[in-house]
T-cell receptor, first 111, second 116 residues
């Protein structure tokens, strides 16, 4: 069965430090992976996706994600966190008729 | 870029009444739209897939007679919560698929429903 997991409910990081939000997946065949961000009382905004090609994917607002097939991971990263990056982040797995979302990770960036 | 508009952004209704939520794709045609429900501090739960011109496909455990979905045009899907009860209070979000499979979904800003 296909699944996606975000092992951390919350990630805390100081402003200016690098951040990582973890995501792992399980799928038979090639994965289609996405990251979305949700601000309070808002819908989700697309950040980036991996379909094929380079393992390092660059997205919006300076975020990037690294696809690692051997570790079945697609961690979201940013070299220098901003307070305004504080939000709820969702990893999602596509490739079927519907998107499967992880449980979300709340990122808190402290000034 | 593509925009999905969801209306209303919040609504308060009395128990037993019905509430309609609209989801519009503003600059593209969406043959498929999705309706999600999100509980506090939880992930999105897919309720149903709305298909233009045909019946919606409901996820297991979602009452189709309670959550009526209509996708009458390529730019509009509606979710009607019928005979609402306090336990229906939640954040409802729609999304639309533009273009090919595995293209990113575009989400509305959600509707906060409170049933008193």
């Amino acid at each position: 069965a296909q699944s996606v997991a975000q092992p951390e409910d919350q990630v805390n990081v100081a402003e200016g430090n690098p951040l990582t939000v973890k995501c792992t997946y399980s799928v038979s065949g090639n994965p289609y992976l996405f990251w979305y961000v949700q601000y309070p009382n808002r819908g989700l905004q697309f950040l980036l996706k991996y379909i094929t090609g380079d393992n390092l994917v660059k997205g919006s607002y300076g975020f990037e994600a690294e696809f690692n097939k051997s570790q079945t991971s697609f961690h979201l990263k940013k070299p220098s966190a901003l307070v305004s990056d504080s939000a709820l982040y969702f990893c999602a797995l596509g490739g079927t008729d519907k998107l499967i979302f992880g449980t979300g990770t709340r990122l808190q960036v402290f000034p | 870029g593509a925009v999905v508009s969801q209306h209303p952004s919040w609504v308060i209704c009395k128990s037993g009444t019905s509430v309609k939520i609209e989801c519009r794709s503003l600059d593209f045609q969406a043959t498929t739209m999705f309706w999600y429900r999100q509980f506090p501090k939880q992930s999105l739960m897919l309720m149903a897939t709305s298909n233009e011109g045909s019946k919606a496909t409901y996820e297991q455990g979602v009452e189709k007679d309670k959550f009526l979905i209509n996708h009458a045009s390529l730019t509009l899907s509606t979710l009607t919560v019928t005979s609402a009860h306090p336990e229906d209070s939640s954040f409802y979000i729609c999304s639309a698929e533009r273009g090919q499979d595995n293209s990113p979904l575009h989400f509305g800003n959600g509707t906060r429903l409170t049933v008193t």
